[in-house]
């Protein structure tokens, strides 16, 4: 009688599926992550791949992998180190020994390491595990690429399309390990492969064998039970930080009732953004795909002169291109919407990586004194919020608005409830027809309130006018070449966005009341940061968070918070520009510093020792 399966129930797992750039690990984890999703567990995944389009097979260079942080609980990060992983090649695990837990079970394809695969990741013997150290870990030994071919013979497939199907098979072994039920991925792989019945049916075929095969051998390792929770009532989906950007676009400018223009060129890691709304014709939006980053935001400017809610997408690299056309918007003071997907630098730097290195380059880099917003989502599903309230200060206070996210929250997901729309506060653009003064009107006549200029688009009788990149005068709009008006002219530009100020919400501190230390972060650090008070506070310590999303200008009560507390530690994924800027506007602000500049998320526990050494000295 065959030994029955240990069960282990946990709150949280984190499983890491890893292999080469062709192995399928990401759409692999993708599928696991949504069987999460459905089966009522929080979720939150980081996807990492390697910068080339096809990296040499076996290398270390070409590991792709996907991580998922899964619980029955509200879950933040993708998790430091795996529970599970599933190691497709020796590269894989060789790569992958420093995110294991010491007890964690490592599913590996037998077929793929035989002594050239070995070699290909610079073993020194036969035995990689004994060699990496990794004597506690539990391991799964299958020879998975030759089960999947035998098992899809009846297909007809030629050995490369066969041999392609073996992701499948490690997701259904994993689906066995944590009792997941397969009817949801079969009809995730009919509906991807829709266009190739044949394709989908062995693919179906492989994720039945791999589940098959863990029933059989279920004595030999622990299975995990994470159970579900209760949500609120609505319709959920499963979202990255590009996607939600992207519907956070489409639902400003539906409240604005505008329609929504992007003109953008592809790069990496944004060029999701322009994919997504490319497929949005059926609500009505319109995208350009330019020649280069600079024509990129050229249509988008004409466009908001146009009367868009215009937009357009980059990365660092695609920023710094477009920065003379940035001042641009700025003198001409129209509404633009710069989405800029953060990645490793400087120059091409780390293409697929993530950083945070663009925020002085965003709030400071034009000529002149080129005053706009600076916006910063924190979660994937955050950029949709992020997203929205980009639009409507462009529209509302007629200035471009830089919103950063980076490429960590950019790929990775989570479950995410659709919002009501109704919910989420109105967008007014400052149409000429508001205008009450008794002067003529003027192309830079302004709001008295919001030193907005009124937006008048071209076609309407009686408003026509002219702006461009030349300084016009305060009262006449006329070009103006004249001293006092120049200085006239950019005081008022700064000032219209300092008001700003008066119309976001002020910055909330989240944990202990009496904290004895201020985590302070912004941007898509916000899960790890959340996390480590946690745990710190699990430890006894009394810690708080204060997460910025509005960066520029800051909430009116940033300085009051931040110089409440004895000891604050800013901390970022860069060389300290977050602080540094905190100090040029906060005088007598002068907080600890963590820096990290990996390209890669923090790591939990390695803040909460950074943390509780500033705590306790």
Not at 512 to 541: C, F, P, R, S
Request: net charge negative; proline share 5%; glycine share 8%.
């Amino acid at each position: 009688m065959a030994e029955e399966a240990k069960v282990m129930t946990l709150d949280k797992v984190v499983v890491r599926f890893s292999g080469d750039s062709g192995d399928g690990m990401q759409l692999t984890g993708t599928i696991f992550s949504n069987l999460s999703t459905i089966f009522g567990n929080e979720i939150s995944t980081f996807p990492d791949y390697p910068a080339e389009v096809r990296a040499p097979q076996g290398m270390l260079s070409s590991v792709s992998g996907f991580q998922v942080h899964l619980g029955s609980r509200k879950i933040f990060t993708p998790g430091d180190k795996a529970d599970v992983l599933v190691a497709m090649n020796p590269a894989a695990l060789k790569v992958n020994v420093k995110n294991l837990k010491p007890d964690s079970i490592v599913i590996i394809d037998t077929d793929s390491f035989q002594a050239s695969d070995l070699q290909k990741a610079l073993f020194q013997t036969d035995d990689p595990f004994t060699e990496l150290g990794l004597t506690s870990v539990q391991v799964v030994a299958a020879p998975i690429t030759t089960m999947v071919k035998d098992g899809l013979a009846e297909f007809g497939l030629d050995n490369k399309s066969a041999v392609r199907c073996k992701n499948m098979f490690a997701l259904g072994l994993v689906c066995w390990l944590f009792e997941r039920p397969l009817e949801e991925a079969m009809n995730m792989l009919q509906n991807k492969f829709a266009k190739k019945p044949t394709i989908a049916k062995a693919n179906t075929k492989a994720l039945t064998d791999g589940y098959n095969y863990g029933h059989n051998i279920h004595a030999s390792v622990s299975t995990y039970r994470i159970e579900g929770k209760k949500s609120t009532p609505g319709f959920y989906t499963d979202v990255n930080g590009n996607t939600a950007t992207a519907y956070g676009l489409i639902a400003a400018a539906e409240k604005a009732g505008l329609q929504l223009f992007l003109g953008s060129y592809p790069i990496t890691p944004a060029t999701e953004i322009l994919q997504e709304l490319a497929k949005r014709k059926d609500l009505g939006v319109v995208t350009v795909q330019a020649e280069d980053e600079i024509a990129g935001i050229c249509t988008a400017i004409g466009a908001s002169f146009a009367g868009s809610l215009a937009a357009t997408s980059t990365s660092g690299p695609g920023l710094a291109l477009k920065s003379e056309a940035i001042g641009l918007a700025v003198i001409a003071e129209l509404p633009l919407v710069i989405v800029d997907v953060q990645r490793g630098g400087p120059s091409t730097g780390l293409p697929t990586k993530s950083e945070q290195g663009d925020l002085l380059q965003s709030l400071y880099g034009r000529n002149g004194e080129s005053p706009l917003v600076v916006i910063a989502a924190s979660t994937p599903s955050d950029c949709f919020d992020a997203a929205y309230w980009a639009g409507k200060i462009a529209v509302e206070h007629m200035t471009p608005v830089i919103l950063l996210t980076d490429g960590f929250i950019a790929n990775s997901s989570t479950a995410w409830r659709i919002p009501e729309l109704e919910e989420y506060p109105s967008i007014k653009p400052n149409y000429v027809a508001n205008y009450k003064g008794e002067a003529p009107w003027k192309a830079y006549r302004r709001d008295k309130d919001t030193l907005a200029r009124y937006w008048a688009t071209p076609g309407m009788e009686g408003f026509t006018h002219r702006i461009g990149g030349l300084e016009k005068d305060y009262d006449t709009s006329a070009i103006s070449t004249e001293p006092v008006n120049h200085q006239k002219m950019v005081m008022t530009r700064q000032a219209k966005v300092d008001k700003v100020a008066d119309y976001i919400p002020e910055l909330e501190v989240l944990g202990d009341t009496d904290a004895e230390l201020l985590i302070v972060g912004w941007g898509g650090t916000y899960g790890h940061l959340y996390e480590a008070m946690e745990q710190m506070q699990e430890n006894g310590k009394k810690v708080a968070l204060a997460h910025f999303k509005f960066i520029s200008p800051l909430p009116k009560n940033a300085a009051e918070v931040l110089l409440k507390y004895e000891k604050v530690v800013v901390a970022e994924q860069n060389n300290g520009q977050f602080a540094n800027y905190l100090r040029s506007k906060i005088p007598g602000f002068n907080p600890f510093r963590f820096n990290r500049i990996k390209g890669q998320p923090f790591n939990v526990s390695r803040l909460v020792e950074e943390f509780t050494k500033i705590l306790e000295a």
